[in-house]
């Protein structure tokens, strides 16, 4: 499956709007979850692998090439991924889903 790109057509969506590329990409599985565990530094492929629960190294490696494509990770020289400036500004965007996903589970109790 290629790596959603805004212009392009992506699952759900034939138009290409940057939403849509988005939204694919990140509900691709483990997508969001790499994301978070890069907020705050670096981290190596093994390191990366067991903060998220040990997934598998084919997915956690066929999602790093998708976020990499993407523009939103960065391999460094020593192969530690990083967020890029882009994948930082999507890590703040979805901040305010996860105070909604805090309040939600606080009304639940």
Same mark, same amino acid.
């Not at 523009?71 to 965007?93: F, K, N, V």
């Given at each position: 499956?290629?790596?959603?790109?805004?212009?392009?057509?992506?699952?759900? =969506?034939?138009?290409? $709007?940057?939403?849509?590329?988005? +939204?694919?990409? %990140?509900?691709?599985?483990?997508? +969001? $979850? !790499? !994301?978070? /565990?890069? $907020? /705050?530094? /670096?981290? *190596? %492929?093994?390191? +990366?692998?067991?903060?998220?629960?040990?997934? =598998?190294? =084919?997915?956690?490696?066929?999602?790093?090439?998708?976020?990499? /494509?993407?523009?939103? !990770?960065?391999?460094?020289?020593? =192969?530690?991924?990083?967020?890029?400036?882009? *994948?930082?500004?999507?890590?703040?965007? +979805?901040?305010?889903?996860?105070?909604?996903? @805090?309040?939600?589970?606080?009304?639940? @109790?």
């Amino acid at each position: 499956m290629a790596t959603p790109q805004p212009g392009k057509p992506v699952r759900g =969506s034939t138009t290409g $709007r940057p939403l849509m590329a988005a +939204l694919d990409l %990140f509900g691709r599985r483990w997508a +969001l $979850r !790499i !994301i978070w /565990e890069l $907020r /705050e530094g /670096e981290l *190596g %492929f093994r390191p +990366l692998q067991a903060r998220c629960d040990g997934m =598998s190294s =084919s997915v956690l490696r066929q999602r790093l090439t998708e976020l990499l /494509e993407a523009g939103l !990770i960065h391999q460094l020289p020593d =192969s530690r991924y990083r967020l890029t400036e882009l *994948g930082d500004g999507a890590y703040q965007a +979805l901040s305010p889903l996860v105070d909604w996903a @805090d309040r939600w589970a606080r009304s639940l @109790d």
